[in-house]
C-alpha cells in the first residue's frame, strides 16, 4: 500500500511540474484561445489519483468512485499496473499487462450539442501529442486510436455514466509503453520502437499534463461558441495529427461484424464527424462506428 502511495505522490508532482513547463513554452494563444484561460480550464484533469497494483477495469473502479463519493470530483483518475479484465470498444479483449499505462479519466460531460463530438478527437490529438514529445511519430486513425508503423499503440474508450441526473464520460486509456505483447499481434510498444524504456510515472504526467491542455482548450473554444465568435478552430488539433484525411477506407458500425461502405475520406464537419464520398459517389458523415484503411 505504501509502494502505490508514493507512486501516486510521484505522479501527481511529475505532472504538476510538466503543466508548468508547457504553460512556460506554450505559446500565447494555442489555436487562437489564451493560454492562461486553457491552462485554468484543463487543470482539473488529474488533480487527484488512485494507483492500483491490478484491477479488473480501470474504468469499473472509476465508477464505483463516482458512485461512493458525494462530491466527486472532475479529473479524477485511476491508474492499475496491470487489468485482468480489459477491453476496448465491441467488447474486444485488450492485453494490459505490466508495463503498459493503463488509466481512466472522469470528465463532466455537459458539453454543448456542437463540441461533444470534438471531445473523443482530443483525447486522441492529446495521447499523440504526448507520444511525440518523446518522438514517437504516432497517427490518429478517427476516431482516437493510434497507431505507428501501421501497428495500434494505444486506444481511447469512453462510456458514459449517469448518477442523479449528470452525466459523466469515463475515458479509458490503454499504451502499450513498456509491456510485452504476444507474438502475432497487430500492435507495437513505445518501448519496441524506441529501444529504451519510458518509466511509467513520467509518461503517465506527460499523458496527464497534455490530457489538461487539450480538455482546457476544448472548454475554452466551447466558451467563445457561446459567445457567438466564430468560425472557431475545432479541428485544427486533430487535423494535426491525424493521417484520416484523404485515405480511402472501409467503414461500419463495428468492422468485425459488418462493413457498410467504402470510400475517401474528405474531412471532418462542423460538429467532428468524419466525412466520406462513397465510392459510388455519395457523401456521407459518421458520428459513430469505425473505420479501416485500403490504401
Not at 30 to 53: H, N, Q, T, Y
Not at 183 to 210: D, F, H, N, T, W
Not at 255 to 272: A, N
Request: with cysteine; charged share 25%; hydrophobic share 45%.
Amino acid at each position: 500500500m505504501a509502494r502505490l502511495k508514493e507512486q501516486e505522490r510521484k505522479i501527481l508532482a511529475l505532472r504538476e511540474g510538466r503543466l508548468a513547463t508547457l504553460f512556460e513554452t506554450e505559446r500565447d494563444y494555442l489555436f487562437s484561445c489564451p493560454k492562461e484561460e486553457v491552462f485554468r480550464r484543463g487543470a482539473v484533469v488529474g488533480s487527484r489519483i488512485f494507483f492500483f497494483s491490478k484491477l479488473s477495469r480501470a474504468l469499473e473502479r472509476l465508477r464505483e468512485l463516482l458512485q461512493e463519493e458525494r462530491a466527486f470530483a472532475e479529473g479524477t483518475v485511476v491508474m492499475a499496473e496491470e487489468l485482468s479484465a480489459a477491453r476496448g470498444r465491441f467488447e474486444r479483449p485488450w492485453w494490459a499487462s505490466k508495463g503498459g499505462l493503463w488509466l481512466a479519466v472522469a470528465f463532466y460531460q455537459d458539453f454543448l450539442p456542437e463540441v461533444k463530438g470534438f471531445f473523443p478527437l482530443y483525447m486522441g490529438v492529446a495521447l499523440a501529442e504526448t507520444l511525440w514529445h518523446y518522438q514517437v511519430p504516432a497517427c490518429i486513425k478517427w476516431v482516437n486510436d493510434i497507431w505507428l508503423a501501421g501497428k495500434k499503440l494505444a486506444g481511447v474508450l469512453i462510456e458514459e455514466e449517469i448518477l442523479s441526473d449528470e452525466s459523466w464520460a469515463l475515458v479509458g486509456i490503454g499504451l502499450n509503453l513498456n509491456n510485452s505483447l504476444p507474438a502475432g499481434l497487430p500492435a507495437i510498444s513505445v518501448k519496441e520502437y524506441l529501444g529504451r524504456e519510458i518509466p511509467l510515472c513520467e509518461m503517465a504526467a506527460e499523458l496527464l499534463a497534455r490530457l489538461a491542455k487539450y480538455y482546457g482548450l476544448l472548454r475554452t473554444l466551447e466558451a467563445r461558441l457561446l459567445r457567438e465568435e466564430g468560425p472557431l478552430p475545432f479541428a485544427e488539433p486533430f487535423l494535426a495529427y491525424s493521417d484520416t484525411v484523404g485515405r480511402k477506407v472501409r467503414f461500419g458500425i463495428d468492422l468485425f461484424r459488418e462493413e457498410k461502405g467504402r470510400g475517401r475520406v474528405l474531412g471532418l464537419d462542423p460538429q467532428g464527424g468524419l466525412i466520406i464520398e462513397t465510392f459510388s459517389g455519395e457523401k456521407i458523415t459518421l458520428f459513430s462506428g469505425e473505420i479501416s484503411y485500403l490504401d
